[in-house]
């Protein structure tokens, strides 16, 4: 028999292999790194790093690009997914493409890519892009919060209305990932976290007149003639100047200073008007000086009316803060020499609250505004930028002040802290649920106190968890979970919002008990509005309509069938699934309060409406939420609501009285739709409306009446 010849490999096809097998040895060390480069096709370079020429090839651990202006190195930039791994409330990736200088300041921050539920839909974009704004210029080194700062060292960022947590996320994956990033290239000491970075100087005086303080900076002067203010509104449409002003003449010529050093407002003012405004200022507080000549009057007169001056405001940071009457501090005249002759002048006390920094730069907007007939006002922003001469900040803290704690926690951890007070308040609010659940015998058989109590309760869901703190939950939490058991779960995600963490904990808790009618009966602040406007409808007499149970068995199956939906459609892109469940009017109604375009509010209104004739008719029918709640709903551990054997046959009282149509017309209660407002109960305990309670009250009162006429009768027996 011939030997078995044995084929001999292909030269080609063991080339083709061994070349697979090396691809990632052999793939360049940059190519996770070449994100930058995709993001930046995206992303104008000018939106993250203004001025900038050109980006170099990106590198490094982190990675980052080099940027160039005018050939010399002035930054990086860097994407946050790839330094902190970034990912939002929704557990899907966040991309955000930001710079920073060499001087450890971030220059802009544009997001690449997001799936955040609350921003998929409700909020607009705009908003996105103008919360970002505000982190161009801040000082890494200082400690970024979002609201207003605390202290010293720290820098506030209003977040966006509406989604807090999503604005959190994306403050804290920006700042996170530029001092990582700068700490790697050299720009951010290991320490670069500083408190009290500069302090205004409030003590030291030197005597200086008008030019003086205008040459170093002390004052600030924007000069506007009527030519410039009308060439800058011919580009809104040609606002003409209906007055036929000569052009050369002046329009305003304003002049603008820091007015808290004593060198400055001391000067301005003289030394016993300043020393009496000192006085009245509260630690942290500001002053600026305002004065002007020319035309046009930067007070106006709207002021008086509405509180606000409509043609200033202040910006620092990307944060606008209005300037109001309260603010104001009108100065008749002014003490310093050489002055220039000013039409109107004025003093505006900025208080710490606002979270203005005075020892950072700044810049007041003169808004110049213009109407014409059968067109409405108009403005044109014409900005004067200041930042304090050095001379006014103290040498000694700077830079090399002490550094703080140069890691700070986790996010979550922050927000637990932040959080305590309505921490604390909810868990109290969760702990009278609890003990009204456990003793609901005890109350029930007290109907005026359990429905007070009730009514109470649920004012407390609506206004304080619902619309003060947006504790909605929804059915996108529920998708989230599922998905993060799917594609790696972590826990901190779900620790970023202290309010809803204990509340889905709380019903977590409830459903093994109690079943699904403690969130949707109680905890729920659209389900409470809804039976709130059910409550006014019925004290004002409106009809309430009652569908045929046969009817209404058959419309409750829907709730599930949109769950499904959603559950199977959120396998899918994560956008499809939140528009999807704008079935649910949480966000509109709760979160955002109506301020949303009109067919999600029309859709909201219009469910509102209908409650007020059938009761939570949206909790019935269509709430996706309440369906997945509602399938776990078989496995609590006890039956807590008391039935009779006359429920059913003899007495249809509770399923008439019952709100939802939960108790089917042979007396069982349908766990799937009840929402556990304990009605029932209190019928089961009430003698007066109760049928066998009354024959047993009625037997129980005739044996003491035949007692009491034996009693009676044997008293007359034994009287002589």
């Avoid at 005018?70 to 330094?83: K, W």
């Avoid at 996010?411 to 308040?425: G, I, Y």
Wanted: hydrophobic share 45%.
């Amino acid at each position: 028999m011939p030997a078995r010849r044995v084929p001999r490999p292909v030269p080609w096809l063991a080339a083709v292999v061994l070349l697979l097998a090396l691809a990632p040895a052999l793939a360049p060390a940059g190519g996770r790194a070449d994100e930058i480069g995709a993001a930046l096709q995206a992303v104008p370079l000018k939106d993250v790093f203004p001025g900038a020429g050109h980006v170099g090839a990106s590198d490094g651990t982190p990675p980052s690009a080099p940027v160039f202006r005018d050939r010399r190195l002035a930054g990086y930039l860097f994407l946050t997914s790839q330094v902190v791994d970034s990912a939002g409330y929704s557990g899907r990736p966040v991309k955000i493409l930001a710079g920073l200088d060499l001087d450890g300041r971030l220059t802009g921050a544009v997001v690449v890519e997001h799936q955040e539920p609350i921003l998929v839909l409700g909020i607009d974009e705009g908003k996105l892009a103008d919360f970002l704004a505000q982190l161009r210029g801040v000082d890494l080194r200082h400690r970024v919060r979002l609201g207003r700062a605390r202290g010293e060292g720290e820098v506030g960022i209003d977040g966006i209305t509406g989604a807090t947590i999503t604005s959190m996320v994306f403050n804290d994956s920006v700042v996170r990932s530029a001092r990582a990033v700068g700490r790697a290239r050299g720009i951010l000491p290991a320490g670069a976290l500083v408190r009290g970075a500069r302090e205004l100087d409030l003590d030291t005086f030197r005597e200086a007149w008008w030019q003086q303080l205008v040459d170093d900076g002390s004052i600030r002067r924007l000069h506007l003639t009527n030519a410039e203010v009308d060439q800058a509104f011919s580009s809104l449409g040609g606002l003409p100047d209906t007055a036929h002003r000569r052009p050369g003449d002046t329009y305003i010529d304003l002049y603008l200073a820091l007015a808290t050093p004593p060198t400055v407002g001391q000067n301005l003012l003289g030394f016993a008007p300043f020393g009496r405004l000192r006085a009245g200022l509260a630690s942290g507080d500001q002053v600026i000086f305002v004065g002007a000549a020319g035309f046009y009057s930067f007070r106006g007169y709207n002021y008086r009316r509405s509180g606000v001056f409509d043609r200033l405001q202040l910006v620092q940071d990307g944060r606008t803060i209005r300037l109001t009457r309260d603010m104001h501090r009108r100065v008749d005249k002014l003490a310093i020499a050489n002055a220039p002759a000013l039409r109107e002048t004025s003093l505006f006390v900025i208080p710490e609250s606002t979270g203005f920094d005075a020892t950072r730069p700044w810049r007041l907007e003169l808004l110049a505004e213009r109407t014409t007939a059968g067109v409405e006002s108009r403005y044109v922003v014409f900005p004067v930028s200041y930042e304090v001469p050095a001379a006014y900040l103290r040498t000694g803290a700077g830079p090399d002040a002490a550094p703080a704690q140069a890691h700070e926690p986790p996010l979550w951890q922050r927000r637990w802290q932040d959080s305590l007070v309505h921490v604390t308040v909810l868990a109290t609010g969760l702990a009278v649920l609890l003990t009204l659940l456990v003793f609901q015998d005890w109350a029930a058989a007290r109907p005026r106190f359990l429905r007070r109590l009730r009514v109470g309760f649920l004012l407390f869901t609506l206004v304080y968890l619902g619309w003060m703190l947006s504790a909605q939950l929804s059915v996108i939490n529920v998708l989230t979970f599922a998905n993060a058991l799917l594609t790696g779960f972590r826990w901190e995600f779900f620790l970023l919002e202290p309010m809803i963490f204990l509340l889905w904990s709380f019903v977590a808790v409830a459903l093994l008990f109690w079943g699904r009618g403690v969130f949707c009966g109680w905890l729920c602040p659209f389900g409470a509005l809804q039976e709130l406007l059910n409550r006014l409808a019925r004290a004002l007499r409106l009809p309430q309509l009652s569908l045929p149970f046969a009817v209404h068995e058959r419309l409750w199956p829907l709730k599930y069938v949109f769950f499904l939906g959603l559950l199977a459609v959120s396998l899918g892109p994560f956008a499809m699934t939140t528009a999807l469940a704008e079935v649910e009017p949480f966000k509109t109604t709760i979160s955002l309060k109506f301020l949303r375009p009109w067919p999600f509010v029309t859709y909201a209104v219009g469910l509102l409406a209908l409650s007020l004739f059938v009761q939570r008719v949206f909790c019935r029918y269509l709430c996706p939420l309440g369906g997945a709640l509602a399938i776990p709903s078989r496995t609590r551990m006890f039956e807590w609501l008391k039935r009779r054997r006359q429920c059913g046959t003899e007495c249809h009282i509770c399923a008439v009285a019952c709100p939802v149509q939960a108790i089917h017309p042979d007396g069982a209660i349908n766990p799937h739709e009840c929402i556990y407002c304990l009605d029932c109960q209190s019928l089961y305990y009430d003698d007066h409306k109760c049928p066998p309670l009354i024959e047993r009250r009625k037997r129980r009162e005739e044996r003491q009446e035949r007692r009491r006429q034996r009693q009676a009768a044997r008293q007359e027996g034994e009287t002589p």
